[in-house]
């Protein structure tokens, strides 16, 4: 079994090539929905994020509002590390299994959808890191169509992560994505077709 890590900025494209990924026959974890099952109730880490930061972040239900939760984290850095530090060892112990789950199933290529893999420390688990990359106003012009977060928070965003240079220089394979959505999904097709990596787990 072959697994990518895809990781990228935010705005850089990563949605669209993990659909284009599945599409092609692989599985695709992604890791912020990974996080939310976190956040359920009855869990450690939903537990120990109400312990941390209040009840007023749930909502009537008593379930955890990602919304409150994810402007106040994003608005103190230090807040945001408090929660990564609950919540990505809990996604890193379900991933892991998920991988050992996948290898059983005789799956072929995996790919960890993951934002923030450098950052977390999850380059690990892959075989091979790709990541996304855009020019800022092209990102700027995505967000803007897309994005309800405001300027502010799309800052503290984009300010989270460690910057497109040193992603580029720690990943195994630097994916431009700098015209339409169209040219991006044929580059990822040519890489699945032709990456020797990728040719050598489909054909085992």
Do not use: C
């Amino acid at each position: 079994m072959f697994v990518i890590g895809l990781t990228g900025g935010i705005g850089t494209g990563k949605t669209e090539v993990t659909h284009v990924l599945r599409e092609l026959g692989a599985v695709v974890i992604e890791s912020d929905k990974v996080a939310h099952l976190s956040y359920r109730p009855g869990t450690d880490a939903y537990e120990d994020i109400i312990d941390q930061f209040g009840r007023e972040i749930l909502d009537e239900s008593g379930v955890i509002d990602r919304a409150k939760l994810g402007g106040l984290v994003f608005a103190v850095p230090e807040l945001r590390i408090h929660l990564e530090m609950i919540v990505w060892p809990a996604a890193r112990s379900w991933i892991e299994e998920r991988l050992i789950q996948e290898k059983e199933r005789g799956t072929k290529i995996v790919v960890i959808e993951v934002p923030k893999l450098f950052e977390a420390g999850w380059d690990d688990l892959a075989d091979a890191v790709w990541t996304i990359e855009a020019p800022s106003d092209l990102i700027a012009q995505r967000l803007n169509i897309r994005s309800n977060l405001g300027e502010v928070e799309k800052n503290a965003r984009v300010k989270a992560q460690i910057t497109s240079v040193e992603r580029a220089e720690r990943a195994d394979l630097l994916i431009e994505n700098t015209a339409k959505l169209a040219d991006l999904r044929e580059q990822i097709t040519n890489l699945w077709q032709t990456d020797p990596e990728i040719q050598n787990a489909n054909n085992n």
